[in-house]
């Protein structure tokens, strides 16, 4: 089992920042591929990056290219998702995931873990 807990959402203006945070406990961290999704009311759960198990490997939407940054801290069984630039269409709950063996790294159903969401709205 891997425990996921999200952190650092908030209110924030457009153009503003916001840094989450993904802190696991459980089994060895490293192992996983950790992604993070948003969803909003009535839609479905949006992939929004991902990073594999030595931080080397990263992959984003095109929504958030550019403006977001994924990475890891394996020490501290922490990834981070450094969130720039950011806009109204942003606003969304948060979830970071944790996945074993990931053969689709843009689809949830992919992943084994999941944290309770941190909220993110983003004012205009």
């Known amino acids: 089992q891997v425990q996921l807990v999200e952190s650092g959402g908030g209110l924030v203006q457009a153009g503003g920042s916001l840094r989450l945070s993904c802190a696991a406990s459980?089994?060895?961290?490293?192992?996983?591929?950790v992604g993070w999704f948003r969803q909003v009311p009535g839609k479905d759960r949006e992939f929004v990056a991902c990073i594999g198990w030595s931080g080397g490997t990263k992959y984003y939407a095109d929504s958030v290219k550019g403006r977001f940054t994924i990475s890891r801290d394996n020490a501290k069984n922490t990834v981070y998702l450094q969130m720039n630039s950011l806009k109204p269409e942003d606003t969304a709950v948060y979830y970071c995931?944790?996945?074993?063996?990931?053969?689709?790294?843009?689809?949830?159903?992919?992943?084994?873990?999941w944290g309770q969401g941190t909220q993110v709205t983003v004012s205009s």
């Open positions: 459980g089994r060895t961290f490293i192992r996983y591929v």
């Open positions: 995931a944790a996945a074993g063996h990931l053969t689709d790294y843009s689809s949830p159903v992919a992943y084994d873990y």
